[in-house]
């Protein structure tokens, strides 16, 4: 036991000594979620629209008012002439949408010919272009119904957001984030490391050592089960102080759960170590068969249901997929473990699996 | 001057040597290509909806007809109870729930005031503002049906005639591969480029050939032009792929000129290649050099408005996007191809790209000096 605990020591010293890597591992998840949570967001913020108004009359005004006033739109310093100009300025790249008056507009209202209006949006971002252009119509709708002395709408709708009242993105990336870092801090790590000794020859020195194979490897990899695990604490700390992003569920589970991940991304990383040879290709395979499958595939970023089936199939071997599921489910669901207990097992198996195969790798490699 | 084209051929032969880059160079990018245009996605589909119906009525039918006959909702169960519909949102087996009170019937054909309820799974903000959005677009035009069928009474006749007409211009579809692909051909180049040019010098030093490569007559400005030229000819040879692809697959218009494109992605490559040979120069290990040009990459790229709009970031945000240039090039390419701009509409583009060009390859030179003597 007191070698194992030396050997640890060793290992803390490799880490600690190497302060750029250092500053980089504790560095970006605090980047990360601070990025994810005030800049990288999906809520429209104050787009720019136009208008062309070819009746300039008290309704168009009063229309034009309501949308400025929205908050979400905010007029553009060009002022389009003709439907010549709008061309131009979309392609200018700044205005989002525009918005079109018929003539005779307000004459047209109270006469009741069908008065017109026209919202062009620029849909090369196709979400954007679907989102503005329901939010025109909304306002538009709204100051019809104002204008009508019985609001033509019988059915009101009362909406409930579950989980998210707010709709903050934020949330649904946090849990993402942490799956990033930990995957980062423990499968890649550990691979680099483990290949680091074998590049440099000091493998040969440990395998003589009095140690068994089994402590070295765990001994590798202690070190780096605490530092993903103080990286999952930080990034818990920075999403509930900052983002005040709650944990509903049981925090105990949670942490348990993010053990459990750190394992099964650790066996993958000594999985990597023991089918390579030099740090560049451990280094390469980590980060195409397991970073970039992570940040895609899993979930993180893009929703899976919108992936084609392949995609779907293929996001199911990514334990990343699993474990996002997880987090997501305790701290913004508040369910336990009897909800949650497929996708607790799928990752059990998994880093099963992944233990056993380096296992039969690594003692062959002894041979 | 014939020295350049020497170390330029030993360049190419190291990259064409070493068999675990190879696949890196020249499939990853297309496998990547393939895969990110097809993954990132946020285009929101197949939303999964149950329905509390608690009056069973000829008019609650016709509106759940309603929202399965629109594409947007897939339905995973109707009953008249509200506990299945909340644990299928615990198990994700369902996005949304949509609540038809008592006597809905009832209430609409004597036109008093009846309210539905929408239970949404919010925890993915953008997916919940979509459900949102399109069923209230049905309640609305369901609205619409119900009271045209109603007999006018006198005060209905004030009603106020507006017809909205919408269109999308550039992307007509909505096709948001359209939309990914050419900002995804930037991230390709700019990945390959960064990472080789950050490895390379780094590694000259990390094994000691770098002192070999100083002790020779090669000047400093050789050494570094020929230690980019092979990189940046990749980085376009790559691009030109992706183009064709893009062109094959995703057909994906390309609305303006191709020079243009070339002539951007010129500069824009030695920006790249300046920033990684940066880094080069202040690590002292590949392993090190990686996780730098990593942790940039993913800031650059997170802050690029490839996958989320700089438009929708907060004001200090957007400043930072300044001083990034994958987003100049994002944007440009996106005028470009998608919406035809000119010369004119895209210079202030080229000359934040060359301005940024000059200072980076400047520092990176000035540091290189530093560390070498």
């Known amino acids: 036991m007191k070698q194992f605990i030396a050997f640890v020591k060793k290992e803390f010293y490799h880490i600690f000594r190497d302060k750029r890597t250092l500053l980089i591992l504790f560095g970006m998840p605090v980047v990360q979620v601070i990025l994810f949570g005030f800049a990288i967001t999906n809520e429209i913020n104050e787009a720019h629209i136009v208008f062309l108004d070819k009746s300039h009359d008290v309704a168009t005004d009063k229309i034009k008012d309501k949308i400025l006033s929205s908050g979400y739109f905010r007029l553009n310093e060009k002022t389009p002439r003709s439907s010549a100009d709008l061309q131009e300025i979309f392609r200018e790249g700044k205005v989002k949408v525009a918005v079109v008056f018929g003539q005779n507009f307000y004459k047209n209202?109270?006469?009741?010919?069908?008065?017109?209006?026209?919202?062009?949006?620029?849909?090369?971002?196709?979400?954007?272009?679907?989102?503005?252009?329901?939010?025109?119509?909304?306002?538009?709708?709204?100051?019809?119904?104002?204008?009508?002395t019985i609001t033509g709408g019988?059915?009101?709708?009362?909406?409930?957001?579950?989980?998210?009242?707010?709709?903050?993105?934020?949330?649904?990336?946090?849990?993402?984030?942490?799956?990033?870092?930990?995957?980062?801090?423990?499968?890649?790590?550990?691979?680099?490391?483990?290949?680091?000794?074998?590049?440099?020859?000091?493998?040969?020195?440990?395998?003589?050592?009095?140690?068994?194979?089994g402590l070295i490897i765990l001994g590798k990899s202690t070190p780096y089960i605490a530092l993903a695990m103080i990286n999952a604490v930080t990034i818990l700390l920075l999403a509930w102080t900052v983002f005040e992003m709650p944990i509903r569920g049981s925090l105990l589970l949670l942490l348990a759960e993010c053990l459990l991940f750190v394992i099964?991304?650790?066996?993958?990383?000594?999985?990597?170590?023991?089918?390579?040879?030099?740090?560049?290709?451990?280094?390469?395979?980590?980060?195409?068969?397991?970073?970039?499958?992570?940040?895609?595939?899993?979930?993180?970023i893009f929703p899976i249901n919108s992936m084609p089936l392949v995609l779907r199939y293929v996001s199911n071997i990514i334990p990343a997929r699993w474990f996002i599921e997880i987090v997501r489910s305790i701290m913004l669901k508040g369910v336990g473990l009897e909800v949650i207990w497929t996708e607790t097992l799928v990752l059990a198996g998994m880093a099963l699996l992944f233990i056993v195969v380096s296992i039969k790798k690594f003692n062959i490699r002894l041979g | 001057m014939k020295i350049i084209p020497f170390i330029v051929q030993k360049e190419f032969l190291q990259i064409f040597r070493n068999k675990s880059m190879l696949p890196i160079i020249f499939v990853m990018p297309f496998v990547q290509l393939l895969v990110l245009s097809y993954a990132a996605n946020f285009e929101v589909k197949n939303l999964t909806l149950y329905i509390t119906d608690h009056d069973y009525s000829a008019a609650s039918q016709r509106l759940v007809n309603k929202f399965q006959g629109t594409g947007y909702f897939q339905l995973t169960g109707l009953s008249s109870g509200v506990q299945a519909g909340f644990e299928q949102i615990e198990k994700n087996e369902a996005d949304l729930i949509l609540q038809i009170p008592f006597d809905f019937e009832k209430n609409l054909y004597s036109?008093?005031?009846?309210?539905?309820?929408?239970?949404?799974?919010?925890?993915?903000?953008?997916?919940?503002?979509?459900?949102?959005?399109?069923?209230?677009?049905?309640?609305?035009?369901?609205?619409?049906?119900?009271?045209?069928?109603l007999p006018v009474t006198q005060v209905m006749r004030r009603a106020v005639p507006i017809q909205i007409e919408s269109h999308n211009w550039f992307n007509t579809e909505l096709d948001y591969k359209t939309f990914m692909v050419p900002g995804i051909l930037v991230l390709l180049v700019t990945m390959i480029g960064a990472f080789l040019s950050s490895m390379n010098i780094v590694r000259e030093k990390e094994i000691g050939t770098i002192e070999q490569l100083n002790a020779t007559t090669i000047k400093k400005h050789q050494f570094i032009i020929g230690k980019l030229l092979p990189f940046w000819?990749?980085?376009?040879?790559?691009?030109?792929?992706?183009?064709?692809?893009?062109?094959?697959?995703?057909?994906?218009?390309?609305?303006?000129?191709?020079?243009?494109?070339?002539?951007?992605?010129?500069?824009?490559m030695l920006v790249v290649l300046g920033i990684g040979m940066f880094i080069s120069t202040v690590t002292d290990t590949q392993q090190q050099a990686m996780f730098i040009a990593w942790f940039f990459l993913v800031i650059f790229i997170l802050m690029s408005g490839l996958f989320t709009a700089i438009e929708n970031m907060p004001i200090w945000a957007q400043q930072i996007t300044r001083f990034n240039p994958v987003a100049y090039f994002v944007k440009f390419m996106r005028m470009v191809l998608l919406k035809g701009s000119t010369f004119q509409d895209v210079q202030y583009l080229f000359g934040a790209i060359t301005l940024y060009a000059i200072i980076i390859n400047v520092l990176a030179i000035l540091n290189y000096r530093k560390t070498s003597i």
Request: no cysteine; net charge negative; hydrophobic share 50%.
């Open chain 1, 109 to 148: 209202m109270l006469t009741h010919q069908s008065a017109n209006i026209e919202i062009l949006a620029d849909a090369s971002d196709p979400n954007m272009a679907t989102t503005l252009t329901a939010y025109v119509t909304a306002i538009i709708r709204q100051y019809q119904a104002e204008e009508q």
């Open chain 2, 233 to 268: 000819l990749l980085g376009l040879a790559e691009l030109t792929f992706g183009l064709i692809l893009a062109r094959l697959i995703f057909d994906i218009p390309f609305e303006g000129s191709l020079l243009l494109v070339f002539g951007f992605a010129a500069i824009y």
């Open chain 2, 111 to 149: 036109r008093q005031p009846t309210d539905l309820q929408l239970i949404v799974n919010a925890i993915d903000g953008i997916k919940a503002g979509l459900a949102n959005t399109y069923s209230n677009a049905i309640i609305a035009d369901f609205n619409e049906e119900i009271s045209a069928e």
């Open chain 1, 264 to 300: 099964t991304s650790l066996s993958i990383g000594i999985l990597i170590s023991t089918i390579t040879n030099s740090q560049q290709t451990a280094l390469l395979i980590s980060l195409m068969a397991l970073m970039l499958p992570t940040i895609l595939l899993s979930g993180f």
């Open chain 1, 154 to 213: 019988l059915i009101g709708t009362e909406v409930k957001m579950l989980y998210n009242e707010q709709l903050k993105g934020v949330f649904l990336f946090v849990p993402g984030v942490i799956t990033v870092i930990l995957m980062l801090v423990s499968a890649m790590m550990t691979s680099i490391t483990i290949t680091r000794e074998k590049e440099l020859g000091t493998m040969e020195i440990l395998m003589v050592s009095p140690l068994k194979p």
